[in-house]
């Protein structure tokens, strides 16, 4: 019988909810692992739960500087989606979408993915076709989107502001409708959970502090916890991949750590269904499960490891926010936070072997990384079980800048902060 | 007399009644009184209903941390959701609705999810609801159809659709000194300030001034407390630096000293003054801030702690001191401090039985004996409450003996007769906005507390926020801070003399009392002891963890309440002390703020419109107008019954036979002038402009560093040293930052300064075969024949007066100019051409027609330089100079800019003469139902009038080589397939022969 | 934030636009030694501590800043003028700006 099922719920209520176990272990590190995954986010996690289970890797360490979950994978606007503009972005994410569609009893846990759709509303005809090239290259690769009209939308969330007196007046939108939102730290939980039960350790409060190294190679890493050797080290550690790498006295790379505010309103009946997003700036939004809408806008813009926002990106998104919904202005923020991005030069991410040899690197998620998840772990456990790419990621490498071969959905060049 | 109201004192106007209604209901207060002090005066118990479990719920405190008693008001249709009840001031019209609840407050058919006991326990939702792996429910079928019905469950109130009419307003502050908080600390320290002549804002959230001086019953200085504070504001309002702000939440700390707060300034009033706003958004910049903030009383975990008539301590005393109501006529208190001793004598005083002091310590000082006589209260210390009794109203409670050290119980209960059960676990210092400035709190283990960490900003603590309880602590604290914040020495002058009821600040480390029942940590969310231990024993034990897992801390009052005690039973659980569980860090806003609020002027107009000198003109003219960024440009002048496409293929083709004419004031314009700027531009386009000679154009196109294509435009000579560049519509502001970066960061020597002049020039292209013609007609000063104005000349003349400069260049491939005038002579010329055009039938055209004629002419605009495209795939090559260096020139070769398989720019033709659509894809083999192998994409389209034919330009892989070939659209998202013929994007007159003239 | 404009005097990020890390070196422009290109286009410092920055003072003088900034704290250490290439001499913006 599975673990978690209503089966096993009424069975432990019966007993007063004693017998649950804990949802993974709290191991002391061994002296040496086939594997070392470095950072106990959602990339990590799912990338060790993926080596062992797509390829009976188990001895496997995940080391957690804080505590599990405490990065971007708790810290995100939830949104699970797949459409992307270019090719290789889309099949990945579709790869990504797939794997989500049947997390939830990968995992025998609920992360809560609910299909709710993504509309990416447009206030120009040259944006209705910029979308239109969007979606039928999305369908182009087998991915569901829709053009909707005005009068769909208005069906759709009514409290949107379709009059043609807005400001920005909507003239339509693309839907993806097999998008939605998770319940985010389900996919951490879930993630570690799984991995624990098929023997990887999750070390929490361990610190890597440096690498062991023989000549070029990484043989290990060096951490508050004790040295702890590996015959592969790989990173997935977003934000932080800038200090990691200098650890390994890599000092430059084609990434800045920006911060990201996103903001929560107070509990509220279900007035949003799907996930939507403004046209004419940078806003998105979406209603959680528990009633809080929740949403976000831009990067503040500047490089940070702060984890705190500035007050002129507050007043843009919620200006932003009332230009769709005039009727919300009484509704309230209940709470904002920050989170740290690994923007790259291009606004898409890096899965690859290397750039040291025993070394293995998962980053530059920019604000992508949540609903990447799945695949990201997927195809990193492939990559550093295979020490090559899975095609999905074969196009994300390091160098991909340096040769031309960028893949930027956004057409706006190596400026992080416009990615 | 409402049941509940005493026969005297409170700071409420008894001579006003106020008259509203809740949940339907007529009631009447008093001007002064809270929405929960006035239904409480009516005998109201019950509030509000919890978010998971719906259990009944009354009042549990007196401010902002009021977790239970949320209500929606209403004005009209326009609804606000989730206020507590205890910060709507009433007025007369006050409609306030209860929420979360079916079909009534006291019915609730929600509560039915009680039954479901342990088995809805944190964590329930993880564990379930995956539904079956095969079947027409597999993937996230089930969990959603599940999902349907929860959210409907969950949520609190119902926000409107109705469009909020109410007006919000910004202010930017400037201070030496900001001041939150206006207990007596604030008070102390805002007066200090003021007298230094420091320039001083005193911020606070209630409506009165005062804090814990409007219901502590203390004496300063000979007069009651709230008398002494109405004195010091007495006085601050006459200083000219002090600005004085009641119902003003200070809700963010940000980087710099900037603190964000929400000023509430017509809430509280059935109709706002002319003029006044609804809600005030305060962005203050302060030298120094004084905290001054005050504490929480933390309630305490036992079972039945959340049946109305439980309510905090010192709320109690509030209602009783401030407004004048008693909470219940039998009161008996629970306590692990001196605090509520105070408490007990207050309400006694107000007219209430005190029938019980329940005290987890056996060792109660005499002092508090001796208040527990005065309250004709039982002492029963060393004794905890284990029960209470009562459905929607309390109706008693049970007491055991309890051992402090080991917290087990023993004895019999013995049940007490109360409607009222008043508790204090404590108090927590007010330390979010610290927390907030960036640093971790400290645990003081005396306090049982977190303490404000070390200042990493510029601010001071005073008061009840450090941990000084005592009102003789906080005044001279706050007088102190008041003095340091405004730069000034220590003062020796003595301090005002408090009478206060004696207590020592520590309480015992008692949390929660162990016994048999649901015993909450967060009321709202019905978080209960039980929850956290569930979280332990399945491993969620950071405190983040037991955040997320249980949602303990994530409701309204995010954790105001329930932050302290769910850690200290976590730790104990863990067998460790707090601070090694940790507390999270409080990030803003302190209490939940308005998104009007924050909107504010934006609400309603969230960017500015920029206008073309001839707007007026378009308008009046039966433009379409359509918004290009921040711009609004003519789509069409369409004529009565024309389709879009009619319109624009009448401009067109009109255009082509005679002459059009369209507003170019929007391109982007910059100044390029000094010494270098020949060279500069060298380095910053493509091709060269050093060889361009006085009074002539040229066409240029720039990079980015990265090497993709970045803009284009044509830039005029108009003197050896003075360029005027001009630049895409979209691209002018980045082109002028590209510009100023070069120049500021990396070629400082160069003696070139540039200036973007967009605003400046209104332009109006005029093009056609009678361009020419309509020009000689109306320019003065200049001759406008071949000689005089070749292709890409300059000349300079007069038009209706005004001078203008006049350039010949084409960008719809017909003879063409482009006419500048100042912007504020644009209308004038404009109409002068328009009139003078009239003989010749010029036609005024819009964006469209633009476009179509661009097309026609297979020129680029941003859909193809899209900023993945490069110099070659648009077939620009040609312009790429070999002879210099440029921005971009090293990079542009890369491996990946120069594959075969890139986009290239082509032409379609549509053969099956159906219209295309821009974002159409282009197939090789056509496969409707499974569209696969998309070799690129429709940037732009149009029907040609020229050509006769629907024609598009599309970025297609390989493109060159496919011209000639036959391919397929395929457009799945608007069902339109058909077959094209791929051919260069030149298609009409491609040897420049009709704009050569 | 507020940064210090040596010309404006103290002004809200808001008024500002960032450009990034100010440890580039851009090569000579008829270099062709693309690894240098490379690195100057691509390649980042990303410290979390002390970052020597430019910004423009977009909303106000125009003039680039090199701004020594804290990226832990957002604390100003120091602003100057970016022209002149004087990395990190400068203004001192004095305190937690």
């Not at chain 2, 208190?333 to 329940?358: E, H, P, Q």
Request: some cysteine.
């Amino acid at each position: 019988m599975a673990e978690y099922s209503a089966f096993s719920l009424l069975k432990n209520a019966l007993n007063g909810n004693q017998d649950w176990k804990p949802a993974w272990r709290k191991p002391d590190p061994k002296a040496s692992y086939d594997v070392i995954v470095i950072g106990g986010g959602g990339h990590g996690l799912s990338t060790a739960y993926y080596l062992a289970k797509e390829h009976g890797i188990t001895n496997v360490a995940v080391l957690e500087k804080g505590w599990l979950g405490s990065g971007n994978v708790g810290r995100n606007t939830t949104a699970v989606r797949s459409n992307y503009l270019l090719p290789q972005n889309t099949r990945f994410y579709e790869h990504s979408m797939k794997l989500w569609e049947n997390l939830s009893h990968d995992l025998n846990y609920n992360v809560m993915f609910s299909q709710r759709g993504c509309l990416n509303l447009a206030h120009t005809p040259a944006q209705l076709d910029d979308y239109a090239r969007r979606g039928n290259a999305m369908r182009h690769l087998g991915v569901d989107a829709e053009l909707m009209s005005v009068k769909e939308i208005k069906r759709l969330v009514p409290a949107l502001d379709v009059s043609g007196s807005a400001r920005f007046p909507i003239l339509g939108g693309l839907m993806q409708p097999r998008a939605g939102t998770a319940r985010h730290d389900a996919v951490a939980w879930g993630y570690a959970r799984g991995a624990d039960r098929r023997g990887v350790d999750i070390i929490e409060n361990c610190e890597v502090t440096g690498f062991l190294r023989d000549g070029d190679r990484i043989t290990g890493v060096t951490t508050t916890r004790g040295d702890i050797r590996a015959k592969k080290v790989a990173l997935a550690v977003a934000g932080s991949t800038g200090q990691v790498m200098q650890l390994a006295g890599i000092s430059h790379m084609p990434i800045e750590s920006h911060v990201l505010q996103a903001f929560v309103s107070e509990s509220l009946k279900p007035i949003i269904g799907t996930v939507l997003t403004f046209g004419m700036g940078h806003f998105y939004i979406s209603q959680s499960d528990k009633g809080g809408l929740v949403y976000g806008g831009d990067l503040d813009g500047y490089n940070s490891y702060a984890q705190r926002g500035s007050l002129p990106v507050v007043d843009e998104v919620m200006s932003e926010m009332l230009a769709l919904f005039p009727g919300l202005a009484r509704v309230r923020m209940l709470r904002s936070w920050g989170g740290l991005c690994d923007m790259t030069m291009d606004g898409s991410p890096i899965i690859t072997t290397g750039p040291l040899p025993g070394m293995y690197l998962n980053c530059g998620w920019c604000y992508g990384g949540f609903k990447a998840t799945p695949a990201s772990g997927w195809c990193f456990a492939w990559t550093i079980a295979k020490d090559e790419p899975h095609e999905f990621n074969a196009p994300f490498t390091l160098d991909r800048f340096y040769r031309g071969l960028i893949i930027d959905d956004k057409g706006q060049g190596a400026t992080p902060r416009l990615h | 007399m409402s049941p509940r109201r005493t026969e005297t004192g409170g700071r409420i106007d008894r001579l006003r009644t106020i008259r509203f209604t809740f949940d339907g209901a007529r009631y009447t207060g008093h001007a002064g009184d809270t929405l929960a002090s006035a239904l409480l005066a009516n005998g109201v118990t019950l509030f509000g209903r919890s978010f998971k479990y719906h259990r009944p719920r009354g009042l549990l405190a007196a401010g902002v941390e009021e977790p239970n008693a949320l209500v929606t008001v209403l004005r009209g249709e326009v609804r606000e959701p989730n206020i507590p009840a205890t910060m709507v001031e009433i007025y007369d019209g006050l409609v306030a609705v209860s929420q979360n609840r079916s079909p009534s407050l006291a019915w609730d058919i929600g509560a039915l999810n009680q039954l479901g006991g342990k088995l809805l326990s944190a964590g329930f939702y993880y564990k379930t609801f995956m539904g079956p792996v095969i079947g027409p429910l597999k993937g996230t079928r089930f969990w959603m159809f599940c999902e349907h019905f929860i959210r409907r469950a969950a949520g609190l109130g119902r926000a409107g659709t109705a469009p909020d009419t109410s007006r919000y307003e910004r202010m930017n502050a400037f201070c030496d000194v900001l001041v939150v908080g206006s207990g007596p600390a604030g008070l102390m320290a805002a007066k200090a300030a003021a007298d230094q002549g420091a320039r001083v804002i005193l911020a606070e959230l209630e409506a009165k001034f005062g804090g814990s001086a409007n219901w502590s019953g203390e004496t300063i200085d000979g007069a009651s407390a709230a008398d002494w504070a109405a004195r010091i504001v007495g006085q601050l309002e006459g200083n000219d630096n002090v600005r004085l702000l009641p119902r003003t939440t200070v809700w963010g700390y940000y980087d710099g000293n900037t603190l964000a707060a929400l000023e509430r300034v017509t809430d509280h009033k059935e109709v706002p003054a002319k003029g006044e706003p609804r809600q005030r958004y305060w962005a203050i910049r302060a030298k120094t801030v004084v905290l001054a903030t005050g504490s929480f009383e933390r309630p305490l975990v036992f079972p039945g702690n959340d049946r109305p008539g439980v309510m905090l301590a010192h709320a109690a005393e509030r209602y009783a001191n401030e407004y004048g109501v008693l909470p219940g006529e039998r009161i008996a208190l629970f306590t692990n401090n001196d605090s509520a001793y105070r408490s007990a004598v207050t309400l006694k005083k107000a007219g209430a039985a005190v029938v019980a002091i329940v005290d987890v310590r056996s060792d109660v000082s005499n002092e508090m004996s001796r208040l527990a006589s005065q309250a004709e209260a039982e002492l029963l210390a060393g004794h905890a409450v284990v029960a209470t009794e009562g459905g929607k109203a309390q109706t008693g409670l049970n007491v055991r003996r309890f051992e402090l050290m080991s917290g087990a119980l023993s004895g019999d209960e013995r049940s007490i007769h109360a409607d009222c059960l008043l508790m204090s676990g404590g108090w927590s210092p007010t330390i979010h906005l610290a927390s907030q400035a960036g640093a971790r709190a400290i645990w003081n283990p005396a306090r049982q507390a977190f303490l404000p960490p070390q200042p990493t900003q510029r601010w001071i603590g005073a008061g009840a926020f450090t941990g000084s309880f005592s009102t003789a602590e906080a005044i001279a604290e706050g007088r102190a801070a008041g003095i340091q914040a405004a730069g000034g020495s220590a003062s020796s002058a003595p301090l005002p003399v408090v009478e206060a009821v004696p207590g020592e600040p520590d309480p015992a480390p008692v949390f929660e009392i162990k016994a048999k029942g649901k015993s909450f940590v967060d009321f709202q969310h019905d978080v209960t002891a039980e929850d956290v231990r569930l979280a332990h024993r399945e491993g969620f034990v950071s405190v983040e963890h037991l955040k997320r897992y249980t949602t303990l801390g994530m409701a309204t009052d995010q954790g105001k309440n329930s932050n302290v005690p769910g850690l200290a039973i976590m730790a104990e659980a863990l067998g460790k002390p707090i601070p090694e569980v940790g507390t999270t860090r409080f990030r803003p806003p302190y209490t939940a703020v308005s998104i009007g609020s924050l909107a504010a002027e934006r609400f309603g107009d969230l960017k500015p419109d920029r206008l073309t000198p001839m707007h007026d003109w378009h308008i009046d003219n039966g433009a379409t107008m359509f918004a290009a960024g921040l711009w609004y440009r003519p789509m069409i002048y369409g004529l009565a019954g024309e389709t879009v496409e009619q319109a624009y293929v009448r401009e067109a083709a009109a255009t082509r036979e005679s002459a059009g004419i369209v507003d170019v004031s929007t391109l982007g314009k910059i100044a390029v002038q000094g010494p270098d700027a020949a060279e500069f531009l060298d380095r910053v386009y493509t091709n060269m402009f050093s060889t361009l000679t006085v009074g002539k154009a040229r066409y240029g196109l720039m990079l980015r560093e990265d090497g993709l294509a970045f803009d284009d435009g044509t830039t005029w000579r108009l003197g050896e040293q003075d360029f005027l560049m001009t630049t895409t519509t979209a691209n002018a502001g980045k082109v002028m930052q590209h510009l100023e970066y070069f120049l500021d960061v990396i070629w400082p020597e160069l003696k070139v300064t540039v200036t973007s002049v967009t605003d400046e020039w209104a332009g109006a292209a005029i093009g056609g075969p009678k361009a020419r013609a309509i020009l000689a007609a109306c320019v003065k000063g200049t001759a406008v024949d071949n000689a005089a104005l070749p292709f890409m000349g300059i000349v300079h003349g007069e038009i209706a007066g005004v001078p203008v400069m006049i350039c010949r260049l084409s960008f719809s491939g017909e003879m063409a100019f482009e006419v500048y005038s100042g912007a504020g002579y644009g209308m004038r010329v404009w109409e002068a051409l328009i009139e003078a055009g009239k003989p010749f039938g010029l036609v005024a055209y819009g964006l469209e027609a633009l476009g179509t004629m661009r097309i026609e002419k297979g020129h680029v605009t941003g859909a193809e330089i899209d900023g993945r495209t490069t110099a070659r795939d648009l077939h620009l090559d040609w312009m790429l100079s070999k002879k210099k260096p440029f921005i971009g020139s090293a990079m542009m070769d890369r491996e990946g800019l120069i594959a075969p398989d890139r986009l290239e720019l082509v032409g379609l033709i549509a053969l099956d003469n159906r219209a295309l659509d821009g974002g159409g894809h282009i197939v090789e083999e056509l496969d409707a139902e499974n569209p696969h192998d998309s070799i690129g994409h429709i940037t732009a389209c149009c029907y040609s009038p020229a050509l006769g034919k629907y024609i598009a330009l599309a970025l297609v892989k390989g493109g060159k080589g496919r011209h000639g070939t036959r391919a397929f659209v395929s457009d799945p998202l608007r069902n339109r397939f058909g077959p094209v013929e791929i051919v260069s994007n030149h298609f009409y007159d491609p040897d420049g022969s009709r704009m050569h003239g | 934030m507020l940064i210090t404009c040596p010309y404006c005097g103290p002004r809200d990020v808001i008024e500002f636009t960032y450009q990034g890390d100010g440890n580039r070196e851009r090569p000579q422009p008829a270099s062709q030694d693309l690894d240098a290109w490379n690195a100057y286009v691509y390649d980042r410092l990303n410290p979390a501590g002390d970052h020597n920055e430019i910004w423009q003072h977009s909303g106000g003088c125009r003039a680039h800043l090199r701004v020594v900034r804290n990226t832990l704290t957002h604390e100003i250490l120091s602003t100057a003028f970016a022209r002149g290439g004087h990395k990190s001499a400068g203004h001192k913006a004095g305190g937690h700006q």
